[in-house]
């Protein structure tokens, strides 16, 4: 099979209307005999079925929350990008979707960045008319900040939670859609299988997580809103349910995987503070623009530190090293996630690191409260102070925060073309769960836009075109396929309930983690992944026969939720490791030992490398198949990116 | 810390359910509540045991989804959301008595869980502004005060929890639903449906089956995330300006 992006031709900045107005239409009256499933309510999935309900389709909206209200997006804290240009800094367009490109170090779509930047003001507009209560100025209008990664202010934010906010937006706007009757809500059930018919996409298998039933729902079109996969790491700084199950599955069933190894790690995150531990928490990382971040300049300082022989604030200042400072002194403590988070890896495995567990450094505020005075500190930054003393019981104001990097985003997710189809037709995959616009790098207040991008603006119009040559026919979900997809999802939890094994479920997923943290995190090596992978497999053959799930499938258990959900985290764990060892280049968040400049930073190599690797798979413990995308930049010249 | 846990289990709905003890060691005061729960699940499995049931996702303090009554107070002793409660708060060798919310419109699921769906029905009934995708105006076209905009986003910051409701002896929804009903009456884009909004919202909540509003202040007291009741007094003036006037027919 040919990978066809369909990208529309023409100039790059008439791409996106051009299409539209050659996209077949379903006409009004048709729309209401067709039905869309739409899983996962987060801000791609709720800004879908709002969206599709409104236009008149019938909607199914799936979550395994209890309340569409509780999707991993409410906890997103920064901000959204948009190119309004309300600050009259020089924003365009063309400037988002350059810094996009650029920030996802040039393995990004041209033609599907484009898009999401020139749709990205018509967010905003649609948020603030729903009620969204963001940040304004004293005279009346919106307030912006700036984020990473960019020279200009065009991030719009609601306190520190605008991803609540935004949330709660869409989720109104689906609320509304339920009371009209266009949208029936089933939460508490999790999509366990994509049912396709004759090559189509035709419906789901889900389970009732209260009743355990396995329930068959038929559509027209299919549409995966699942968010990323971060937890696949065990610690990452995703809600707790996070999970690839829905991907995974319909991966098995012929939708390709794109970049899985492309994944972000955030710089600011609480460290790890012992076994117990469960997820990170992530700190703004608008404290980089204050605090300094160091590490005792010598490990025999450090051990010191470590075993409470010497007090933080004594260290002199020739003692402390300002890593950052002195590594990137035109950038300083401001350099890319990825930089920071590589740096800080650094100076812990020599031996410097700081905290009990030695996998820490500190971001210190002092020479700020000095310069500024505490009230200024604290007026920029309290909550962020109080959230960090709860959590960790020390007080920034008195002792340097510590911090270490932690698994936060994945750009990799299920392929799709500039439609957000998926190799599967008719199953679509928008927000996190699909890895189109960016690249090998996430710049920070662009997952929201993306999200919103493809539920409000862009599926609105794709699908159209794809439900249009689908007769509006009722799929039968008695139908064979239907029957096969549900007995499979029955074995498979019989399967897991009769182990009857020693180990917790928990076991293997830290087991996992581990393993991928170590070979296939902030840096890797080919020796390193070839070792985890077969450390994975062994994993994969431990869990089958020594898992331990108790209770039953007919009531709420959250081990046999569970089990289910590492069980496909071991696989995507595996092909992970395979598409970085396959990539032989350092971009973005990809790092790979052997592939960097004599400074130590990412050496890409454009003329193998500039392609979406997507993976096909190709049956149980077989290796899967690789599927190349190229990528064509005719609006950018790549450049090898700098912050010295 | 040593710790003695005193749990409400109940397999399921229809279940009696009761207390059950269980007594937790190796407990650090790092550890948040619920990673203190994680441990204690892990030595029931161990044991071959049916771990305790609770809600939790982001841990963060901000999805709303857990809950858990904790020696007599929602989310226990602190004004903040059992995610973000830690050991610390607890002396070693205490006893510590977990209980479901408890409300008619919040049946219990299983142990500690329960149903809070009333909450989603009660936004549906109105917690909207029935505009639909595109068509809408420029985002400054119309200016908001940003004393104004504040105050929207002071009530929009509930999390859903439902600790209102329990910590309430009626188990009134006054203070989630009027959160809602203010966030939208101060913004001009809520302003079309101000009158429709409250009434609809109100009688859902009632229909749902939570009590009345005594202004005892509870609710206010045990929110985690300061949502006052000054919401509560805004809700009941456009619920009696709406019915004098009402445009519902
Ligand atoms: C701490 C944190 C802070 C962040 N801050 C920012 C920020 O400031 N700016 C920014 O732009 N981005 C930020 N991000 C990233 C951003 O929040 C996410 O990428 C984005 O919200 C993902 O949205 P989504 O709709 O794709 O998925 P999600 O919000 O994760 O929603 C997934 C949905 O799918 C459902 N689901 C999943 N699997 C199944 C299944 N099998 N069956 C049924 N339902 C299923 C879930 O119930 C849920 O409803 C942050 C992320 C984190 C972790
Ligand atoms: S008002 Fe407060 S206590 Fe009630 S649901 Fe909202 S956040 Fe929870
Ligand atoms: S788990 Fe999300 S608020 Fe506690």
Redesign the interface.
């Known amino acids: 099979m040919i990978l066809d992006s369909k990208i529309p031709a023409g100039p790059l900045a008439e791409k996106w209307t051009k299409h539209k107005f050659n996209s077949k239409l379903v006409n009004p009256a048709n729309k209401r005999k067709y039905e869309v499933i739409v899983v996962g309510t987060g801000l791609a999935g709720a800004s879908a079925a709002a969206s599709l309900a409104e236009l008149g389709y019938n909607v199914k909206a799936f979550t395994f929350h209890d309340s569409p209200r509780r999707a991993h997006s409410i906890a997103a804290q920064g901000g959204i990008n948009a190119a309004k240009n309300y600050q009259n800094d020089g924003d365009s367009v063309f400037r988002l979707f350059y810094d996009t490109i650029k920030g996802g170090d040039y393995r990004a779509r041209e033609a599907n960045v484009y898009r999401l930047a020139e749709v990205s003001v018509k967010i905003i507009d649609q948020c603030v008319a729903q009620g969204v209560p963001f940040a304004r100025e004293y005279g009346g209008l919106l307030a912006n900040r700036s984020f990473g990664g960019a020279q200009v202010s065009r991030t719009f934010y609601a306190r520190g939670q605008t991803g609540q906010q935004l949330l709660l937006g869409a989720y109104s706007a689906l609320s509304r859609q339920v009371a009209n009757g266009k949208v029936k809500l089933y939460p508490r059930s999790e999509m366990m299988d994509v049912v396709m018919i004759d090559g189509h996409a035709r419906g789901i298998v889900t389970r009732n997580l209260i009743t355990g039933a396995v329930e068959s729902h038929s559509a027209h079109a299919v549409l995966l809103c699942t968010g990323g996969y971060g937890n696949v790491f065990y610690l990452s700084t995703n809600a707790m349910g996070s999970n690839v199950t829905a991907a995974w599955r319909a991966h098995k069933r012929g939708a390709y995987f794109a970049n899985p190894c492309f994944t972000q790690i955030h710089p600011t995150c609480i460290p790890v503070s012992g076994d117990h531990q469960s997820k990170l928490t992530l700190m703004s990382e608008s404290l980089r623009n204050d605090g300094r971040v160091w590490v005792p300049a010598t490990k025999e300082t450090a051990e010191k530190l470590r075993k409470g022989q010497i007090n933080v604030n004594d260290i002199k200042e020739e003692d402390r090293d300002y890593f950052l400072e002195r590594k990137y002194p035109s950038f300083g403590n401001l350099v890319p996630r990825d930089v920071a988070s590589r740096n800080a890896k650094y100076v812990c495995d020599e031996g410097r690191g700081v905290n009990e567990t030695g996998e820490a450094v500190f971001l210190d505020f002092r020479d700020a409260i000095k310069r500024d005075g505490k009230s200024t500190i604290e007026s920029k930054y309290g909550n962020l102070f109080d959230m960090y003393k709860q959590i960790t019981g020390e007080d920034p104001y008195q002792v340097p925060m510590m911090i270490y990097p932690a698994v936060h985003y994945t750009m990799g997710g299920l392929w799709v073309d500039y439609n957000l189809m998926t190799t599967i037709p008719g199953l679509y995959a928008l927000g996190e769960a699909n890895f189109s616009d960016h690249g090998a790098n996430r710049l920070g207040a662009s997952a929201l836009m993306q999200g919103l991008a493809d539920g409000y603006f862009v599926i609105p119009y794709t699908i159209g075109d794809y439900l249009a040559s689908t007769p509006p026919k009722p799929v039968d979900t008695t139908h064979p396929e239907f029957q096969k997809a549900a007995t499979e999802v029955k074995n498979r939890v019989d399967q897991l309930l009769k182990i009857n094994g020693k180990k917790s479920v928990d076991y293997f997923h830290k087991k996992l983690g581990k393993i991928m943290w170590n070979e296939c995190g902030m840096a890797r090596t080919a020796e390193g992944l070839k070792k985890a992978k077969a450390e994975i497999k062994q994993l994969k053959k431990d869990f089958w026969s020594d898992v331990k799930v108790l209770g039953t499938n007919e009531e709420l258990n959250l081990s046999l939720e569970k089990a289910h959900r590492v069980a496909d985290f071991i696989e995507l764990g595996e092909l992970m490791i395979d598409d970085a060892l396959n990539r032989d280049e350092s971009c973005g968040g990809h790092f790979r030992e052997e592939f960097q400049t004599p400074e130590g930073e990412a050496l890409r190599d454009d003329e193998n490398f500039a392609y979406v690797a997507a993976w096909k798979y190709m049956g149980e413990n077989q290796e899967e198949e690789l599927y190349k995308e190229p990528l064509v930049f005719e609006n950018v010249k790549l450049t090898q990116r700098s912050y010295k | 810390m040593q710790l003695t846990l005193k749990i409400w289990r109940q ?2 709905a229809s279940d009696k359910g009761g207390f059950v003890t269980y007594p937790v060691s190796d407990v ?5 509540f ?2 203190m729960l ?2 204690l699940n ?1 030595n029931l ?2 044991k ?4 305790v ?1 609770f ?6 303090g ?4 857990c809950s858990l009554y904790i020696n007599g107070k929602p989310h226990g002793p602190l004004q ?1 959301t059992t995610c ?1 409660l ?1 050991m ?1 708060s607890f002396s070693d060798g205490q006893t510590i008595t977990i209980e479901p919310w408890r409300a008619k419109a919040f049946p219990i ?2 142990d500690l ?1 329960v ?3 009333a ?2 029905r009660i ?3 109105g ?8 068509g ?5 076209e ?5 004393t104004i ?2 105050l ?2 002071d009530a ?2 509930c ?2 929890c439902g600790a209102c409701v329990a910590a309430c002896k009626n188990a009134s929804a006054m203070l989630f639903t009027s959160a809602k009903v203010s ?2 009456a101060l ?1 001009p ?2 302003q079309v449906e101000r009158k429709t909004r409250a009434e609809k919202m109100v009688a859902q909540m009632d229909a749902e089956g939570f009590g009345a509003c005594t202004n005892t202040g509870a609710c206010e007291a045990e929110c985690p995330k300061g949502i006052s009741i000054t919401n509560i007094a805004r809700m009941n003036r456009e619920y009696f300006s709406a019915v004098v006037s009402s445009e519902n027919v």
Do not use: W
């Open positions: 397999k399921n650090s005061k790092d550890m948040s619920l990673e994680d441990v892990e499995t161990e071959g045991e049916d771990p049931h809600d939790h996702d982001c841990r963060e901000i999805c709303g989804t903040t973000q830690h610390r699921v299983k869980v149903n809070r769906s909450f989603d936004i549906q009934a917690g909207y502004v029935s505009v639909g995708t595109g809408v105006p420029d985002a400054n119309i200016p908001i005060p940003k905009a504040d929207a986003m929009a910051q999390i859903g966030q939208l913004l884009q809520g």
